[in-house]
């Protein structure tokens, strides 16, 4: 039976890329639309994980994407760092001065935008979703309308790319993780982990808990704050952790479980900056 994968997003997305990538091309999509019918999807059942989009290079994080995973309970089980490219694409037999408008998610009119300043005849119009403009030109042999997509979106649409590599800001990487409902079984080859929890409100709390991580030879590679809604001035703290030792990595959350509130660990698992890095050394060879 094929993996069924709830991604944000269409066939053809950059969400696509990263499930194949990890489960190969004999899976089964479940498209949708938000990252929120993505968790319902794994609430329910439908589908066996998910893929969410945590952070990029030039946007930020997501941060309700944080909020996300943790009261619904998920387990991110990995992740990977996709380097981002728009290209523009289209019907095929038509050249740039035949496109009157450019159909694209607002992010990606916004990392496109120096681009478009060469064609101010070219109309941007925002969209849901940069695969889902790409199959609907297709489907509906739109002419005169281009999209803004990853390149597999021109391949599964049989669409032409008018040009290539169209972003103003060339490295532009986004985080993406794999989630799913039940906890994995403990892996001790992991070497990365994601931690949540919520601390007093007086001085020192967060330094003392920074100090333990240090002390454990934890590497801090991410922190970010979410208030605690309906407790004002209160906050919970979202980090990502790197180790090179797993009893190293044990002792320190059994420290901060102790002395944070609400500790949670969110997932563990292999760092993907490490795994990329090791692929791009083993493809140069």
């Known amino acids: 039976m094929k993996k069924i994968i709830a991604i944000q997003g269409a066939e053809g997305s950059n969400h696509h890329k990263v499930a194949i990538d990890f489960y190969g091309t004999e899976i089964q999509l479940a498209e949708c639309m938000s990252f929120d019918a993505v968790v319902d999807s794994l609430l329910e059942n439908s589908a066996d994980v998910g893929v969410m989009a945590l952070e990029n290079t030039i946007a930020g994080s997501i941060i309700p994407n ?6 619904s ?40 935008k120096e681009f478009f300043k060469k064609y101010p005849n070219i109309k941007l119009v925002e969209d849901v979703d940069t695969a889902a403009v790409a199959k609907r030109i297709s489907n509906k042999n739109l002419k005169g309308i281009a999209a803004i997509a990853p390149k597999i979106a021109a391949e599964l649409f049989d669409l032409e790319i008018l040009e290539d ?23 001790e080859n992991v070497n990365k982990a994601s931690l949540k929890f919520q601390l007093d409100h007086k001085r ?5 808990i920074l100090n333990v991580l240090s002390d454990c030879k934890m590497n801090l590679t991410k922190i970010q704050s979410l208030p605690v809604i309906e407790t004002p001035w209160k906050y919970s703290f979202f980090v990502d952790i790197t180790f090179n030792d797993y009893n190293e990595y044990k002792k320190a959350a059994s420290i901060l479980e102790i ?8 997932g563990t698992y292999k760092n993907g900056r490490l795994k990329t890095n090791s692929e791009s050394i083993s493809a140069s060879k």
């Open 66 to 71: 944080y909020a996300l995973i943790d009261s």
């Open 73 to 112: 309970n998920l387990y991110i089980i990995d992740e990977q760092y996709l380097n981002i490219h728009h290209h523009l694409m289209a019907l095929k037999n038509q050249t740039l001065e035949d496109i009157k408008e450019v159909w694209s998610h607002p992010m990606a009119l916004l990392q496109c």
């Open 165 to 187: 590599e169209i972003q103003t800001i060339k490295d532009n990487s986004t985080r993406f993780v794999i989630v799913q409902m039940s906890r994995p079984v403990l892996n």
């Open 204 to 208: 020192g709390s967060l330094a003392a």
């Open 259 to 266: 002395m944070a509130e609400e500790f949670k660990v969110l």
